[in-house]
């Protein structure tokens, strides 16, 4: 394998169409059209970072800078995935050295990753490479479009 990590906002589109088969076998349900919008629509300081061996997608980084009142400017990857049949082949590792990079360039002193609990495997690849757990937090979503279909939003309580 000689993987080269490309630094983009833009996948060239043979890219784009792998990345679209590699998140929709992660799970993701996203078409081309929907994928390109959802690039489209990403902060200007978001960043990719996409891992090729030749013409190839091995694996992929969203990189972003996350500011709030608590922590200040936070380098953060927002999502990490590499390809099946590219795993323990230190694309990961790549592309976390390469996010290390740009959150240093970037002027950002901290990366900050999300793994979920279960996810067993990226929670020991993390710790391998010298992360450490900050926190353990819940997420709770709700569906809004689902609500919106129901015409049934939470009412707040009466004070």
């Known amino acids: 394998m000689n993987l080269q990590i490309v630094r983009t906002r833009h996948p060239p589109e043979l890219h784009l169409a792998m990345l679209q088969v590699m998140l929709t076998e992660a799970g993701v349900r996203v078409d081309l059209e929907e994928l390109r919008a959802r690039l489209e629509s990403l902060p200007k300081e978001d960043r990719l970072l996409i891992g090729l061996d030749g013409e190839h997608l091995a694996g992929f980084a969203h990189l972003r800078v996350s500011r709030d009142l608590t922590a200040g400017d936070t380098a953060e990857v927002v999502a990490l995935l590499v390809a099946k ?18 959150a240093l360039e970037s002027g950002r002193a901290r990366l900050l990753l999300h793994t979920d609990v279960i996810r067993t495997e990226a929670n020991a690849f993390f710790t391998a490479l010298g992360y450490e757990k900050s926190a353990t937090t819940l997420e709770f979503i709700r569906d809004l479009e689902r609500v919106r279909q129901a015409d049934r939003p939470t009412q707040p309580p009466r004070i």
């Open 85 to 102: 049949a590219y795993r323990r082949m230190g694309v990961g590792r790549h592309l976390i050295a390469a996010a290390e990079t740009w």
